[in-house]
């Protein structure tokens, strides 16, 4: 039976539910109404986020949906690293509601970034795993239709795409939920279960390969090399707000629902018998896609196609601090994922006011050519944003972010994969100062004509770029947040 059910810690991911529904009544009620679903719709995600914050600031433990004791185990868990991944989350659906409502925004669209931001609120706080795996889905199936709602061929290509790999995904995270199961006799992600099922060397190798296909699974979401195939198809294919909520909610998405898998972990680090297989597979998936990720987007000229790839890179990044398997990793981890969510929000946002809606035309290196000059809004937003993704100064978050990162890494004694990681670091520099220096060049015939409906685009860039300032004059307030 369910016992201390406390309904507020529930919040970030109920009112973008309650906003869906009443979307949907207003819609049946009065069809005519163009405004009122954006609107509910950025009501219910702005209250999520709110209702999140005082996760930020507590120390004390917030748990709910807790069974009786003796053996009672919490289902929700409302810690600040998990509040600080919902606030992220539910901001960057909020912001892409805002790219998508400069043209007429469906209820349907609205509707399915509400199920995906709910999803997203959940998975991270989740402990269970029937709540974790159906959460996790939950994030991931609505942008699916997004990419491919609006009526274009190549978009319908790319969501077939992520469907296929959703779907393999799926599949490994059911089979390694019900290995975890089989190997701890619990349905839930605790430390206590994992370490008594340790002492048993074939149970012990049974949770070592449940947790290794269960990241083999969030690899898909994360776009980990060698999963990450459809991460170019897709996010070039789709409208741009949806490439910018595939690289920052759902990234945030996947982010929490690994640092959950992983948590337990903590309780049999530094045994005789550690946890070996599954840093092996970590230090894996963290060297392929830092590497594969960065090269390929050095052969990039097409900016969206270059963005995906990062994406990629990005990854390695994300995943190398999870590697030591310590609340300082996760933490680490954490923290990057917000800085570079709120970064590729920025880039996307600054690609969308230079092209608009068009997807075809255009969208080389060469029509960046000269922007901060004849567009200094959208030229200096998109510079910050490629500063902080290269961890160059004045994005001074970015390179704080890479340091915090590798420190887990270091203090774990995994000193070949922190060596990788400031090689990939050094040529990822390359990769953005490419794009950077077009910024600063003479413009063109060749730039295209500047959208009609920017406003919105423009008012994303800025206010995500006002928030990398800030954390890049004081850092201490990200990092403080997810410790």
């Known amino acids: 039976m369910i016992l201390d059910t406390q309904w507020a810690l529930l919040l970030p991911a109920l009112l973008p539910v309650a906003a869906m529904v009443l979307v949907l009544l207003v819609d049946a009620l009065a069809p005519r109404t163009r405004l009122a679903a954006p609107v509910i719709g950025a009501l219910g995600l702005l209250g999520g986020a709110v209702a999140a914050v005082p996760g930020l600031v507590t120390s004390e433990p917030r748990l709910t949906l807790c069974t009786a004791a003796p053996d009672g185990r919490c289902m929700w868990d409302g810690s600040p690293l998990g509040s600080t991944l919902q606030v992220a989350a539910l901001l960057a659906t909020l912001a892409v509601l805002a790219l998508v409502s400069v043209r007429r925004v469906s209820v349907v669209e609205v509707v399915l970034l509400l199920a995906s931001a709910s999803g997203a609120a959940a998975v991270v706080a989740a402990r269970d795993l029937g709540t974790w795996l159906v959460t996790l889905e939950l994030a991931t199936l609505p942008v699916i239709a997004l990419v491919a709602w609006r009526e274009r061929r190549a978009a319908a290509h790319g969501a077939l795409t992520l469907l296929t790999a959703a779907l393999v995904s799926f599949g490994l995270l059911v089979l390694g939920t019900a290995l975890w199961v089989t190997a701890t006799g619990d349905p839930t992600l605790t430390g206590s279960s994992l370490a008594a099922a340790w002492e048993v060397p ?95 987007a050095l052969r990039q000229t097409e900016v969206v196609r270059l963005l995906a790839w990062s994406t990629v890179a990005q990854a390695g990044w994300i995943l190398l601090p999870l590697t030591a398997l310590t609340v300082a990793g996760r933490q680490a981890a954490a923290a990057y994922a917000v800085v570079y969510a709120v970064a590729s929000l920025v880039a996307f946002a600054a690609v969308r006011a230079v092209h608009g809606w068009r997807v075809e035309d255009g969208r080389e290196l060469t029509a960046y050519q000269g922007l901060l000059r004849r567009d200094p809004v959208a030229g200096g937003t998109l510079a910050l944003a490629l500063l902080v993704l290269a961890g160059l100064p004045p994005g001074v978050i970015g390179l704080v972010a890479k340091v915090v990162a590798l420190r887990p890494a270091v203090s774990a004694g995994l000193w070949p994969v922190a060596v990788v990681a400031v090689v990939a670091a050094v040529l990822g520099i390359a990769v953005y100062v490419r794009w950077f220096a077009v910024l600063f060049g003479d413009p063109d015939g060749a730039a295209p004509a500047r959208p009609v409906r920017r406003r919105a685009s423009i008012a994303v860039a800025v206010a995500g770029a006002a928030v990398l300032v800030v954390t890049s004059v004081l850092p201490q307030l990200l990092v403080g947040l997810v410790s």
Do not use: D
Request: no cysteine; charged share 5%; net charge positive.
């Open 202 to 296: 074939e149970q012990r190798t049974l949770a070592g390969l449940a947790t290794v296909v269960l990241i083999a699974g969030l690899a898909f979401k994360l776009s980990a090399v060698p999963f990450h195939a459809w991460t170019p198809t897709t996010l070039t294919s789709g409208p741009l707000p949806v490439s910018a909520l595939l690289a920052s909610a759902s990234k945030l998405a996947a982010v929490g629902a690994l640092v959950v898998v992983l948590a337990p972990y903590e309780a049999v680090v530094g045994r005789s018998r550690g946890p070996h297989v599954v840093v092996a597979a970590l230090v894996v998936l963290t060297v392929a896609s830092m590497l594969v990720g960065t090269v390929m």
